[in-house]
């Protein structure tokens, strides 16, 4: 298999149409790269097609919620709880949990994904982890 960091920085530099040195494993696909959900699969489509794994989009929510239950990772306003917010700092070690617990939105979490996150959901995916 292509080197997945590569695979995955070179999907994202062509699918935003960006230059090599703006893409970092920090940057947040939406928040730092401007990309919207369109272009989300657009990327996943050409990690597929470098790698051969076969990430959904709504693969993502499911690697972020890490398996835990709607009604648990978020509470009735949408709000992550703090079983979400430890399971965000998971797979998310860039987020701290405890500023997230309580205050963010369920919808909000996608803004926080780096593609450094998105790396290691495809290695784990390549893998035949989850």
Do not use: C, H
Not at 11 to 39: C, H, K, N, Q
């Amino acid at each position: 298999m292509a080197d997945v960091d590569a695979a995955v920085k070179e999907a994202v530099v062509e699918a935003l149409a960006l230059d090599d040195d703006e893409v970092t494993p920090d940057s947040t696909l939406m928040d730092d790269l401007g990309a919207e959900s369109i272009d989300l699969l657009d990327i996943l489509f050409r990690i597929e097609k470098s790698t051969g794994v076969k990430i959904e989009a709504s693969d993502l929510g499911d690697y972020i919620q890490g398996g835990i239950p709607d009604d648990e990772f978020s509470d009735s306003n949408e709000v992550i709880t703090a079983k979400g917010a430890e399971q965000l700092a998971k797979v998310m070690p860039q987020v701290n949990a405890s500023d997230i617990e309580g205050s963010l939105k369920a919808e909000e979490v996608i803004t926080l994904f780096t593609v450094g996150n998105l790396t290691e959901m495809v290695k784990a995916r390549a893998d035949g982890a989850g």
